[in-house]
């Protein structure tokens, strides 16, 4: 599977610096997807590649059974910073296996199987998480699990109606990333709350892309005033070194059942994630998300595009003819590296160091090109 490929010849990436990063010829790019928001304080910032190259050359694994110094930081960390009561932290390598882990918690702790989920959701490609992913394309071929129900998602009702007490959880995003940048619309997530009350269920936030800061508050579910049952992080948390975490409530982590990874909490990428943490927080960056993407947002809203949505900087601009094209050629044209969300959708994610000079530069280009 390659990547993208914009024109002839792909761009090849060899360096990066805050917002920026450099190919082979040494060309520079605003990369305004921070790689599917995996640079959340920028690319290479010196405080993680300093704590990264420090636990490396003390040591650079070793497996859960050993309790180390920057794994028992990042579980305190994680679970000062954790909404609500989420202070049980479960590490893993990736988005999808703290989705897993989310829902065989659930599972486990409520004795039931059934999981209900959202249309345009995306969770992952490992089977569980899968199971919860809406879009037919990642499913084909794959005997994904039919225990997950979908209903629309923002309709309270239909949710309400769907959650009953045969279902373990229910997983939502509170902001959809790739299903279209969708946010949850208001009451939403406190209905979600409320059938999970009246019912035994567990509510799972999939944070994955919308926490650390992106949408304008560290979790976007804050905004919303609803704490989960369980959270899920990975993306950015060890800005591109493998490490995801699941936050869980005590009901959850006290009857969970046998799960494990060998790599889980490895202090590489503990190392990382309390280097990133400690950036977004001394910098203000969830506070700066909030500013930029509001002025981000009120600019692309005076382009001729069918819709600007998103909180902070998580924003989705619907173009008239297609997405791909408008990548294509913000790269080739304005050196501006962006995401497609679907085929009509320009998904921006950058770093949340950007500027609203930044901003400008985005919006004068995009303005030219539609
Ligand atoms: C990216 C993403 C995932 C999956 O994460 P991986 O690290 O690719 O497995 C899950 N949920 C959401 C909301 C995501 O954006």
Known sequence: MSGFVFGEKPIQIESGEGPYVYDDGGTEYLDMGASY?????????????????SQASDLLFVQGSYPTETRT?????????????LDNVWLCNSGTEANEAALKFARHATGREKVVAAKRAFH?????????????????????????EFVDYGDSEALADAVDDETAAVILEPVQGEGGVHPAPDGYLQAARDACDETGAALVFDEIQTG??????????????????????????????????TLVADWLAEDSGDHG???????????????TLDVLEDDGLAANAASVGDYLQDQLAELPVRDVRGEGLMVGVEVKRGAN?????????????????GRTVVRLLPPLTVTESHADRVVDALAEEL
């Open 212 to 245: 650390l800061g992106r949408t304008g508050s560290l979790w976007a579910c804050e905004q919303a005033g609803v704490a989960p049952d369980a959270l899920t992080v990975a993306k950015g948390l060890g800005s591109g070194l493998p490490i995801g975490a």
């Open 325 to 341: 094209r408008a990548l294509k050629s913000l790269a080739l044209n304005h050196r501006i590296l962006a995401l497609p969300a």
């Open 37 to 53: 928001a995996c640079a959340p304080v920028g690319h290479c910032h010196p405080d993680v590649v300093e704590a990264v190259e």
């Open 73 to 85: 930081a990042l579980y305190d960390r994680l679970g000062d910073l954790a909404p609500g009561e």
């Open 261 to 275: 990874s060998t790599f889980s909490g490895g202090p590489v990428p503990c190392a990382a994630a309390l280097a």
């Open 124 to 148: 992952g490609r490992t089977l569980g998480s899968l199971a919860a992913t809406w879009k037919q394309k990642y499913r084909e071929g794959f005997a994904v699990p039919d225990n997950v």
